[in-house]
């Protein structure tokens, strides 16, 4: 365990992450120990007779054990502690490295192998697939590391797909064909202890099972939870729900603010046009007090209400359907572009209405139970007449609701800059 601590470190951003992956490291660690203790017996065993079936002498058996140790608990374990500590290592680069891209970087020097120098410089979005496979140690020994990237080192000729074809030959079906950090696995079920071993007997490791709620009790220490608690709930909840942070969450604000309730926002290249960070949840602390709502209030006592078991109001609810229309917006891979007030209205009509509809899933995940779906729907503060016309449209249709909202996600998540003209064909070809 020397090496996992000393590769994990202190220097993680959040200590439940770190603790998250030492524990599922550890689980990983002993697993193989016992994988490579079952790996030994079956070798000892097979000592005792030769080729012949003949058994052999107590000093011939004794000798091929102390070989047989000498390999396993000095040379064999000399390079997985080794591993274990590179491997962890990089598992906390991973977590604490805040760049955009990355970048593949060897020591430089005569001893680096050819098949790995030639990766050197290589660089890719963090959000590529090619750092599932192509991240350090890609071999018994290796130095190299990953670095954080600049853009202009990209290259149209050796990008990702270039990388994965070489790094193929060199990780497939083998324990390197693994970032561990985020298969949380240091030893995958390729290495030859696990190949080899009795599988009644060792149970190889797998995947952690995914959470599917959280543990508000985990975090909120008293009555009301704190800004920095809200802020660490919603962070573990990016964690364990990335897929509805396409470029994960940043940052939770908290600011009052009184042209909006809640606020997603990303900063976009202008140069590249592409996204250039990842999302800012931001929560209004202002009283609107024509509808006596204040967002952020509201949403602190809905969680305490949660973690209670008490019954949420309809402004406690409201505030998570609100958040959730936030997380709508952070969840969609639409490129950034300028809308006209007509594509503002179309884009946020869909989202609202969307959002209206499956939010209780969203309070679900957090351990909540949505109880005034129906009011939310027809009384909702958001964009309220907007929906209002919407669901009186798809009334007068007669379309179903529901299946709008199954039918026109995929437009919401896809591109806002043709929603509009995507609806109005929906509308037309399901008019019945």
């Known amino acids: 365990m020397k090496g996992l601590n000393k590769g994990l470190g202190v220097s993680f951003d959040d200590e439940e992450s770190r603790k998250a992956l030492k524990d599922a490291f550890t689980l990983n660690v002993e697993q193989f120990s016992y994988a490579k203790t079952l790996t030994q017996f079956n070798l000892f065993k097979d000592a005792v007779f030769n080729l012949k079936g003949q058994q052999r002498s107590f000093e011939s058996i004794k000798k091929i054990v102390a070989d047989t140790g000498e390999v396993f608990n000095k040379n064999y374990l000399s390079a997985e502690v080794k591993y274990v500590t590179q491997s962890s290592i990089m598992a906390r680069k991973w977590h604490t490295m805040d760049a ?41 020994g290796c130095r190299c590391t990953i670095i954080p990237g600049i853009a202009r080192n990209l290259s149209k000729e050796y990008d990702s797909d270039w990388a994965n074809a070489m790094v193929d030959p060199l990780v497939k079906d083998t324990i390197f064909d693994n970032n561990a950090a985020v298969s949380k696995v240091i030893f995958n079920n390729k290495h030859p202890y696990f190949k080899a071993t009795d599988q009644d007997k060792i149970k190889v490791p797998k995947e952690p099972k995914k959470e599917t709620s959280i543990n508000l009790s985990d975090y909120i220490k008293g009555d009301l939870p704190t800004d920095k608690e809200i802020k660490a709930i919603l962070t573990k909840y990016a964690e364990l729900f990335p897929e509805d942070f396409r470029r994960g969450l940043d940052d939770v604000k908290f600011i009052k603010s009184k042209s909006y309730m809640m606020q997603h926002s990303m900063y976009h290249n202008r140069l590249t046009g592409d996204w250039a960070s990842g999302s800012t949840i931001t929560l209004s602390k202002h009283e609107f007090s024509s509808i006596k709502f204040n967002p952020l209030e509201e949403f602190r006592n809905g969680l305490a209400a949660i973690k209670s078991g008490k019954k949420m109001t309809f402004n406690q609810e409201y505030s998570f359907e609100s958040l959730w229309h936030e997380i709508l917006h952070a969840k969609t891979k639409s490129a950034p572009k300028s809308l006209s007030s007509v594509g503002v209205k179309n884009m946020e009509t869909i989202n609202q209405f969307c959002a209206r509809h499956t939010y209780p899933e969203f309070m679900k995940k957090l351990g909540g139970k949505a109880i005034h779906q129906k009011e939310i729907l027809e009384n909702g503060y958001g964009y309220k007449s907007w929906i209002s016309d919407f669901r009186t449209t798809l009334k007068n249709l007669k379309i179903d609701e529901k299946q709008a909202v199954k039918d026109l996600m995929p437009f919401l998540m896809q591109d806002y800059s043709n929603i509009g003209s995507k609806v109005n064909a929906y509308l037309k070809e399901n008019t019945k």
């Open 100 to 140: 955009e891209y990355l970048q593949f970087s060897t020591v430089g020097d005569s001893a680096v192998r050819p098949e790995h120098r030639i990766f050197d410089k290589f660089t890719a979005l963090k959000t590529d697939k090619i750092w599932l496979r192509l991240y350090t140690p890609l071999a018994w």
